[in-house]
């Protein structure tokens, strides 16, 4: 699994834009702009908690490949390596047999043909 993927989960619940105070759509170059308005607006040496929220997001949208990652987090998308993930997480344990006589079930309901 990639990198990316590993810390796709690991995104903040909150709307790092906001944080910003900014909207998704601002360019890559603006975000820079805005970031160093907040730091104008809340410096470290007053609000160390403020400062820490806002650099957070920073890291995460400054960088073009994070920033997708977490717009896609935040859209609820998955990659198909998670979604991979996720069914053998279903089926761990299960015995072929019980598989087999799924894929049966779904041939006769006419849904799938069996895998060969």
Not at 19 to 39: C, D, F, H, M, P
Not at 66 to 93: I, M, N, V
């Amino acid at each position: 699994m990639s990198h990316r993927l590993q810390t796709a989960r690991q995104y903040p619940k909150d709307n790092l834009y906001r944080r910003l105070g900014t909207r998704s759509n601002i360019s890559q170059a603006r975000i820079r702009e805005k970031y160093v308005a907040r730091l104008r607006e809340f410096p470290p040496e007053t609000h160390p908690e403020e400062f820490r929220i806002i650099r957070e997001a920073y890291e995460i949208l400054s960088n073009p490949e994070t920033r997708a990652d977490y717009d896609a987090a935040r859209q609820g998308k998955q990659s198909w390596e998670e979604l991979f993930e996720a069914g053998a997480k279903a089926f761990a344990g299960t015995s072929t047999i019980k598989l087999r006589n799924f894929w049966a079930k779904l041939q006769r309901l006419g849904k799938t043909a069996l895998p060969t």
